[in-house]
């Protein structure tokens, strides 16, 4: 059973910085494209970072791209995002998400975690 648990969420003051985990279990991680994926409330959810098979290789939605790193550690089976200079319209629930195949920026995952929630104060 593939599971996907996110951690670190909390109350950030605008400005401030967080860093979100995920950690996974019951597949083969480093087998596995990791993304991270936002929804706020009232709106859709969307793609925020994805990371690559190695970590070579890494997208970002223009939102965040500056602010925002994703890494992986494939020896924890963890995913994380930093997150730096946080902004009130990044409050939303994260969630990570897996897939096999090789594309990052894409909804087409194949599992995904419970999430995270995260708000910024203003």
């Known amino acids: 059973q593939v599971q996907l648990v996110a951690d670190g969420g909390g109350l950030v003051q605008a400005g401030g910085s967080l860093r979100v985990s995920c950690a996974a279990s019951g597949l083969s991680f480093s087998n596995y494209v990791l993304a991270w994926f936002r929804q706020a409330p009232g709106k859709e959810r969307e793609f925020v970072s994805g990371?690559?098979?190695?970590?070579?290789?890494?997208t970002y939605a223009d939102s965040v791209k500056g602010r925002f790193t994703i890494s992986r550690d494939n020896s924890k089976n963890t995913v994380y995002l930093q997150m730096n200079t946080v902004k009130p319209e990044d409050t939303a629930v994260y969630s990570c998400?897996?897939?096999?195949?090789?594309?990052?920026?894409?909804?087409?995952?194949?599992?995904w975690g419970q999430g995270t929630q995260v708000t910024v104060s203003s």
């Open positions: 998400a897996a897939r096999a195949g090789s594309a990052i920026k894409t909804n087409l995952y194949d599992y």
């Open positions: 990371i690559s098979r190695s970590g070579g290789s890494t």
